[in-house]
């Protein structure tokens, strides 16, 4: 049975607390591909396909044309920054885009200017923007709230979606305030520090009814309070941490390691990089943050309590350098020390010269439109389909998060059919030749 969606009539509209590297990157590729110079390459809804029904079939439309997803020309973005650049300048700045590409895009960039920051300069030490709201945490909420609304009206909005691009902030657990909605909100009205800046953005867009991705691996949405207002508001969320450069090629190789069942002693991972990102995480409570997001990836696939002989004995570390020639450019170097049959030792070696918000941009514009179809369709809280283009995905409590990309597509397809009604695909196959026996 097809689920009851809602038709992507009008416009959507796309805010980003953090006007930053991604999402400038974002912007200025999406305005590119409105006016035919750029392709959206990276982007599964704009360029992937979809198999439907039996391979005999040959059914494989474009998923943008299976799922009703919001059309490119209906998009409107906004956001909010620290600091008072319009996309333009920080599109500039960050230097991820050639001065070409930009200026064919330059009076749309212009005309977004960021409104001002909900920000706590304790989250993020290595900022001293100060275009920044004033006010305790209850009222920077309702500013935010306001700010939502007003972008709404004023661009003759149908619907709003968030996706968090702001820097990563400092590390911290979750404590009692983050523990239940009410004590959410008198934290909010103490003006309690563990409320994190990004925790404001997120509380007014679940209020509102808004879905909220988050792009970092902050803890924003990934609190019990957060997750009680979204069902309450009927607003998916999904997070955390775009999963980008040595995080994706860890996710596409550990995998097949562990098909083929080969034992790996040690895999250690550095990165360079020289963006405001990278000046963020030099920060050791910022990389801490970070860290730990990345760390999860390897266990969750190899599963070393379950495969002793193979992965018992795991090393994995992860280093990230701030290294400023490299700008966006971020460098990264693996080396993974694996065994085979009888114990005997090989090595990988990566060295992946990526282009960080490149492969960011496409994401954040995936969780938007995807969230937005999840709202349509009635779809609340945690939305573990979407954890395909997530770092440390979250999961419903005690869940242990799938980070296997191939599964994580398997999941995300299976999902659009279910929405749509089609047949899910298990890949078992055998009926094409017990068919065949049985016309013999
Ligand atoms: N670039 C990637 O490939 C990638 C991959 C995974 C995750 N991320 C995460 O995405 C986020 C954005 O990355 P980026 O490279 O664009 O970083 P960036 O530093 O270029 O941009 C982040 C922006 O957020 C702003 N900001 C910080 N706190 C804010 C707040 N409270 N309200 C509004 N704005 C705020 C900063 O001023 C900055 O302009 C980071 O958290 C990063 O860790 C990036």
Redesign the pocket.
């Known amino acids: 049975m097809k689920m009851k969606i809602s038709p992507a009539e009008g416009k959507l509209g796309i805010l980003i607390?953090?006007?930053?590297?991604?999402?400038t990157t974002l912007i200025a590729g999406v305005e590119a591909v409105k006016k035919g110079i750029s392709q959206p390459i990276g982007s599964l809804t704009q360029m992937g396909h979809i198999r439907l029904g039996k391979r005999t079939e040959n059914r494989n439309p474009k998923i943008q044309d299976f799922v009703p997803l919001a059309h490119l020309g209906d998009i409107v973005f906004g956001g909010?920054?620290?600091?008072e650049d319009n996309v333009y300048e920080a599109a500039a700045n960050?230097k991820v885009l050639e001065p070409a590409l930009l200026n064919s895009v330059k009076a749309e960039l212009e005309s977004i200017k960021p409104m001002k920051?909900?920000?706590d300069k304790n989250y993020?030490k290595n900022?001293n923007?100060t275009h920044v709201k004033q006010g305790t945490r209850y009222e920077l909420a309702q500013q935010v709230m306001e700010d939502i609304k007003n972008f709404k009206e004023q661009n003759g909005l149908d619907r709003v979606v968030l996706v968090w691009?702001?820097?990563?902030e400092i590390y911290y657990e979750a404590s009692a305030i983050h523990q239940t909605l009410a004590a959410f909100e008198q934290a909010l009205l103490d003006d309690d520090k563990l409320i994190a800046?990004s925790m404001i953005y997120a509380y007014a867009a679940l209020k509102l009814g808004v879905p909220f991705a988050n792009?970092?691996p902050n803890l924003t949405v990934d609190i019990p309070a957060l997750i009680e207002l979204s069902k309450e508001t009927q607003s998916p969320i999904a997070g955390k941490?775009?999963k980008?450069?040595q995080t994706l090629m860890k996710t596409i190789l550990a995998p097949g390691l562990a098909a083929r069942s080969l034992g790996v002693h040690g895999w250690f991972s550095t990165n360079i990089l020289g963006?405001?990102?990278g000046l963020?995480l030099d920060d050791p409570d910022n990389f801490k943050t970070?860290e730990v997001s990345k760390l999860g990836v390897l266990e969750d696939i190899f599963k070393p309590e379950e495969n002793q002989e193979l992965y018992g004995e795991i090393y994995h570390k992860i280093r990230i350098n701030y290294y400023p020639p490299h700008g966006d450019n971020k460098e990264s170097w693996d080396n993974i020390d694996i065994f085979g049959w009888l114990g005997y030792k090989m090595q990988i070696k990566i060295n992946f010269l990526c282009r960080?918000?490149i492969?960011?941009a496409p994401i954040a514009l995936d969780l938007a439109l995807f969230c937005d179809l999840a709202k349509r369709a009635n779809m609340s809280g945690i939305q573990e389909w979407l954890s395909f283009y997530l770092k440390s995905p979250q999961t419903a409590e005690g869940l242990r998060p799938e980070n296997d990309i191939f599964k994580q597509l398997i999941k995300l397809e299976n999902t659009l059919r279910y929405m749509m009604g089609e047949d899910l695909i298990t890949h078992l196959g055998l009926d094409y030749y017990e068919e065949a026996y049985a016309e013999a």
Request: hydrophobic share 45%.
């Open positions: 607390p953090g006007l930053g590297a991604v999402a909010w920054d620290v600091y960050a920051a909900a920000f993020a900022l923007g691009c702001g820097s990563t800046p792009g970092a941490d775009f980008t450069g963006n405001r990102d963020v970070k960080d918000s492969l960011a």
